[in-house]
């Protein structure tokens, strides 16, 4: 599977953006997605994960009752609301996935930049 993130930007803190990650190839509802993120020099962290249904949503603390990741397997399209941003969400934010019972995500897009201003 290909995948292909979008809808980064510069925002002012408290603002909103929604990320997008489009993705090519069959059978997308049977890989469960992700959103990490990285600051250059840091490694790369979990942001969120959802179920292959869409049914179960996994957070960091860091973003949780702020961000909201959602899936659309009619449209091989996994989202990232993310309101009440902070400077400190500031970061190349990338979509993964991997298949079924796999332990790892197998599968990267590139990243989106999205940058928090005070």
């Known amino acids: 599977v290909q995948l292909q993130a979008s809808g980064g930007g510069l925002v002012q803190a408290g603002g909103s953006l929604r990320l997008s990650c489009a993705a090519s190839?069959?059978?997308?509802?049977?890989?469960?997605m992700a959103w990490f993120r990285q600051v250059p020099g840091k490694e790369r962290e979990f942001v969120s994960g959802?179920?292959?249904?869409?049914?179960?949503?996994y957070y960091a603390d860091s973003v949780k009752g702020r961000f909201t990741i959602s899936r659309d397997n009619a449209k091989n399209t996994v989202y990232l609301q993310m309101n009440s941003l902070k400077p400190e969400d500031t970061a190349d934010y990338y979509c993964?996935?991997?298949?079924?019972?796999?332990?790892?995500?197998?599968?990267w897009g590139q990243g989106t930049q999205v940058t928090v201003s005070s």
């Open positions: 190839g069959r059978f997308f509802s049977n890989y469960y």
């Open positions: 993964a996935a991997k298949w079924r019972d796999v332990s790892s995500y197998q599968y």
């Open positions: 959802i179920s292959r249904s869409g049914a179960s949503a």
